[in-house]
């Protein structure tokens, strides 16, 4: 199995590396946002990654965008605009746009995990913890974390990164993108609520009504992508 996956890392050659710098770099920028600025702001700053993979895959893919979606991406930006405008006067703007990153990151990994789904792709999730840990080694003193801490890092790191990255990738050989990306939503709707009932973070007002119009878009968008994909499959074995 091992030298199946370096042989497997070898074939992908450059789109390994990339992948693994932009996953790496997604998962410092997440650690760094958390520390920032608002759960509620990074998760719904971050839930615009569709968006990012929508314009990439335009750029990269060629696949266009109908004007349905470019109004949606019009109508998101907008409320991101106000989940930006809920941190200008708290100081909190550095965290949004490491936020931003993450999205930025999460979705040109994504598009690169999408092109070239036919290489496995898992050995660059190795490789992409190797370079997050030699980045965090840089800033951080191991020997001042406490066991319970400790304990839990290894918790975060074994079901938020291993487990539920591995889960990502292998819904994104199985599903539609766009599909996973209306799963995923389930993140930015649940995550300040997990945060608001076990440590009481309430998230400022425009977070609230920025968020609700970005996810909202998302949904709705996601949502009638799903439904004309649908469409799409069934007149392809519908015979005339």
Known sequence: AGTRALAEFRRAGWVAWAIAVLMATTFVAHVLAITSTTVANVLVVQSVAPVFVAILAWAWLDERLDPRGWLAIMVIFLGLAAVFGAS????????????????????????LLRRYRAIDLMPATVLAAILTVATALAFARPLSVTPGDAALLMALGLVQISLALGCVLAALRRLPVVQVSLISLLEPVLGPLWVWLFVGEQPPVLTLVGGTVVIGTLAVHGAFELRAGRAAALARVTPA
Do not use: K, N
Not at 90 to 105: E, K
């Open 88 to 111: 200008a006067g708290g100081g909190r703007l550095g965290g949004d746009a490491l936020a931003l990153t993450v999205a930025a990151t999460s979705a040109a990994a994504e598009v």
